[in-house]
């Protein structure tokens, strides 16, 4: 049987570049696939002037495939402007590999869509966002879907920890449903206050913990 990936691929995979997270990075995302549930991380410190992207990182919980592209695109991407950095597509990040199997493609997706929302997490932190779309509740509940329940695995909407949330002169009011001592009860409230606190529109971000 002929084995599914390329040279490159395997070489990647087994020597990833850029792997690990940077301490207090310039933009940062975690992405989730809708196709397998894997997830990226992707950390940045951007050049102010230049607005060049001076260092990346990754962390990958995918597959062999996503951990191979998170290496060719942090490759890709260092070095690059914020626009530039933005057009690199899974295509192409996929040739650099020598190919992926067609079934691996959202893996690629993946790993892009990490780099992509990072970039896009940079900007918001820095004013520089063109469309500025007013919060609203679901765009709340978009951002917490990427946020983690330690418990399951799986995010805090899709586990309905979420009971409530309300989008009010620029404070976004959050409640969880866990005890406010629980062990993990800190834990999501930072990672709820970053996700939202670098809204443009939002000032304060209120967690409430309702059992
Ligand atoms: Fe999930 Fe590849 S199968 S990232």
């Not at 993946?110 to 992509?116: E, I, P, Q």
């Not at 918001?124 to 990427?146: A, C, D, F, Q």
Request: net charge negative.
């Amino acid at each position: 049987m002929k084995f599914p990936y390329s040279e490159k691929v395997l070489e990647h995979f087994r020597n990833p570049r850029n792997v690990g997270s940077i301490e207090n990075p310039d933009g940062k995302s975690t992405e989730g696939s809708p196709a397998c549930g894997d997830m990226v991380s992707v950390y940045i410190k951007v050049d102010e002037d230049t607005k060049k992207i001076k260092d990346i990182k990754f962390e990958s919980y995918g597959c062999a495939s996503n951990i191979a592209t998170g290496s060719i695109i942090t490759e890709l991407a260092k070095g690059k402007t914020l626009e530039e950095a933005k057009n690199i597509s899974w295509k192409q990040a996929s040739d650099a590999l020598g190919g992926l199997p067609k079934i691996k493609t959202h893996c690629s997706v993946l790993a892009v869509d990490g780099l992509r929302a990072a970039i896009a997490n940079y900007e918001e932190k820095h004013g520089l966002i063109k469309e500025k779309i007013p919060t609203t509740k679901e765009i709340v509940l978009k951002r917490l879907k990427h946020v983690m329940n330690p418990l399951a695995g799986l995010d805090l909407v899709r586990t309905n920890l979420i009971t409530g949330v309300k989008v009010e002169n620029g404070t976004a009011e959050v409640t969880v449903n866990l005890p406010e001592e629980h062990q993990f009860a800190n834990n999501i409230r930072e990672e709820i206050v970053e996700k939202l606190e670098s809204l443009w529109d939002i000032d304060e971000v209120i967690v409430n913990f309702s059992v």
